[in-house]
């Protein structure tokens, strides 16, 4: 069956990077797009970007651009989402979906505090 | 960049009432390219919908989607107790693949 394994929670100082794995099973690693998506404490879900694993092609949200970098790992069939200067409000749970699926990992808590 | 409006922001009902959620896209969406999710507090999302009128694997008939263009809905015929929960649209026909903003079904 299909399975996405995050990297377990992280807590950062402001300023800091954070760099969430998805480790994944079950499917083509190649054949599909896989987004990140995060939503902040009681707020909805805000998509950040894709990754096309085949050859690494990345999209991502205005938003985010600059800070954020997508990659992934063919031969582990592992995605990284890194974020970096985090802020209070990059507060959120993080995670990786498989584009139009029902495949999603199980989330990952990055709490940014000082 | 497409952006999705959601209506009603939150929704009251009762058990064994009809609710019918609204995303309206302010650009023409391809219908194979948009989708719907479930979402209850402390879980991951989970797809209902795909290509804005297929359920997704063991979805309940209960459940059913329609529109094309800009304007597609959700329908649940009957409300269960286990429905009441976060509802999002998806599109993911043009980048960026946002969201709509959620639409909270609650019970009455």
Not at chain 2, 33 to 49: F, T, V
Request: proline residues 5%; neutral net charge; hydrophobic residues 30%.
């Amino acid at each position: 069956q299909v399975q996405l394994v995050q990297s377990g929670a992280e807590v950062k100082k402001p300023g800091a990077s954070v760099k969430v794995s998805c480790k994944t099973s079950g499917y083509t690693f190649t054949e599909y797009y896989l987004q990140w998506v995060r939503q902040a404490p009681g707020q909805g879900l805000e998509w950040m970007g894709w990754i096309k694993p085949n050859n690494g092609d990345t999209n991502y949200a205005q938003k985010f651009q600059g800070r954020v970098t997508m990659t992934r790992d063919t031969s582990i069939t592992t995605a990284y989402m890194e974020l970096t200067r985090v802020r209070y409000d990059d507060t959120a749970v993080y995670y990786c979906a498989v584009v139009g699926t029902d495949h999603w990992g199980q989330g990952t808590l990055v709490t940014v505090s000082s | 960049e497409i952006v999705l409006t959601q209506s009603p922001g939150t929704l009251s009902l009762s058990p064994g009432e009809r609710a019918t959620l609204s995303c309206r896209a302010s650009q023409s969406v391809s219908s194979t390219y948009l989708g719907w999710y479930q979402q209850k507090p402390g879980q991951a999302p989970r797809l209902l919908i795909y290509g804005a009128s297929s359920r997704a694997t063991g979805i309940p008939d209960r459940f059913s989607g329609s529109g094309s263009g800009t304007d597609f809905t959700l329908t649940i015929s009957r409300l269960e107790p286990e429905d009441f929960a976060v509802y999002y649209c998806q599109q993911y026909d043009s980048s960026p693949y946002i969201f709509g903003q959620g639409t909270k079904l609650e019970i009455k």
